[in-house]
Every structure is written in C-alpha cells, then in structure tokens.
C-alpha cells in the first residue's frame, strides 16, 4: 500500500511530519492494506493565513483494488485533529464496505 501526504502552500510540514503520517496512516490502516493499493492524504488550510474555527482539513483518498476510490474529510481547529478525524472516517467506511461485500474478497 502506498500513502502519500500533500500539503497545501499554507499548511507548514516537514518532510518528519509526512514520514510521521505516513507511518501512522500504515499503522491504522494495517488490517485493510490488502484490499487497498493507494492512500493520499491531502493537508489544507481552508483560511490560509487567517485564523479560525475548524479551518484545518484533511482529505483522504483511498484507492481500493478493483473499486473505484473512496474519499473523506474532516475540519478541525488543528492539523493532527483534522487528520485523526479523517482516519476515523476512512475506517469506518472501510468497515462498512469490506464488511458488506466479505464474499467478493475471500481469496
């Protein structure tokens, strides 16, 4: 399973910080990453430089074999909440539609 991070021009991210994602996402979603080829994280800063209420997104796009993608997003007031709330998301989505079609996958 590849992950990606991106980053929007105004969202501050190292190069640790992405590795850091990267690895977290892997961890999370450790008991789908058969069913699933790619994830992208996209990072963005709704407000840009202005502050405010839940202006922190996170996007989440999972590809999964043989399926078209799937995507969730979540605001928040910080970046690691935005991206903590996308993953819940994702998983639950995964749950519902790897629980739902368990016939299609058993090898």
């Known amino acids: 399973m590849q992950v990606m991070v991106n980053s929007g021009k105004h969202v501050d991210t190292s190069m640790a910080f992405k590795t850091d994602i990267r690895s977290r996402v892997r961890d999370k979603l450790q008991r789908y990453e058969e069913h699933l080829t790619r994830v992208e994280i996209h990072l963005s800063d709704e407000n840009a430089l202005k502050s405010g ?17 799937m995507s969730v997003s979540y605001d928040a007031c910080e970046l690691q909440q935005a991206i903590d709330g996308a993953m819940n998301k994702l998983t639950s989505v995964l749950e519902r539609n790897i629980g739902k079609n368990a016939k299609k996958w058993i090898h």
């Open 53 to 69: 209420p839940q202006d922190k997104r996170c996007k989440v796009e999972a590809r999964m074999k043989g399926r078209d993608p």
